[in-house]
């Protein structure tokens, strides 16, 4: 028998993450072993409240717990790095990645007056996003990496879901490498992209049916961004060793907006001879 087949696919992309996109820094999500400065395990404080200043994705009571058993104990100044260092890591579990809690820098010398501690939160976000490119870029690959600096303060899944999609674009590889720059808290994204005009991809399995073949040839060949709409046009064709299984096709694969949404058109033709054994 033989056949033509017409699909078109209008779809939302999800797909888990490629290793092309690679995260600078790479940050932990479990609290980080926190940094002492000279004396902060000797001196010792009155520990009356906490004040937490700085923090709008996360509300006090959440992480209130977490000094709870502090109020009116003597403990050495290294306790409040500790806390910083609890809550931190309370705000990257979360996906805040890029968020940070400190302690004041004077906090050894200066001690605790009024036994109020008084800790602040920097939420992290993107402040600027480059390009590096050697071809020109797309209105939609600038505008999907906007989408990263609009969230503040920046989570992990909007970062790695915008990074998925850049990538998701034919032929396009995209790096993100980050550098604190400008306000407490403020990142610059550096986003290095290229864009293959022409990807390929030829194979050969033995998971096909006896019947058809001991062999399964294909190969692929694919046009990427030919109209300069982020297009892509591809070429497959597929054979068996004995010829007993033909099939041609043609794919176009055309994003939606910003947001993940794919258009996807296939045009195929399939002849088969089978050959049944006596």
């Not at 709870?68 to 910083?84: E, I, V």
Request: charged letters at 20%; one cysteine or more; hydrophobic letters at 40%.
């Amino acid at each position: 028998p033989d056949g033509a087949q017409l699909c078109v696919d209008v779809s939302q992309r999800q797909r888990q993450p490629q290793p092309p996109v690679e995260l600078r820094p790479v940050t932990p999500a479990a609290p980080p072993q926190p940094s002492y400065p000279p004396g902060a395990e000797a001196a010792k404080l009155n520990f009356r409240s906490v004040e937490l200043t700085g923090n709008t994705a996360i509300p006090t009571g959440d992480p209130a717990r977490a000094w709870a058993d502090m109020a009116g104990r003597d403990l050495p100044a290294a306790a409040a790095y500790d806390l910083a260092a609890t809550l931190t890591g309370l705000y990257r579990n979360r996906g805040y990645v890029f968020s940070t809690v400190i302690v004041p820098d004077d906090l050894v010398a200066r001690g605790l007056p009024e036994g109020v501690l008084r800790l602040q939160v920097i939420e992290g976000f993107v402040g600027q996003v480059r390009f590096q490119s050697e071809a020109p870029l797309s209105a939609r690959i600038q505008e999907e990496a906007q989408a990263i600096a609009r969230e503040r303060p920046l989570t992990i899944g909007t970062l790695e879901r915008q990074l998925l999609i850049i990538n998701d674009i034919p032929g396009v590889t995209a790096q993100a490498f980050f550098q604190p720059a400008g306000p407490p808290g403020a990142t610059v994204l550096t986003l290095n992209v290229a864009r293959r005009p022409v990807t390929g991809f030829v194979g050969i399995q033995n998971r096909v049916s006896r019947l058809l073949g001991h062999a399964l040839i294909e190969g692929r060949v694919s046009l990427n961004n030919p109209l300069g709409l982020d297009d892509s046009h591809t070429l497959l064709l597929q054979t068996t060793d004995r010829a007993r299984l033909r099939s041609v096709g043609y794919a176009y694969d055309q994003p939606l907006g910003i947001d993940g949404l794919a258009l996807n058109l296939f045009l195929g033709r399939i002849e088969s001879k089978t050959a049944f054994p006596e």
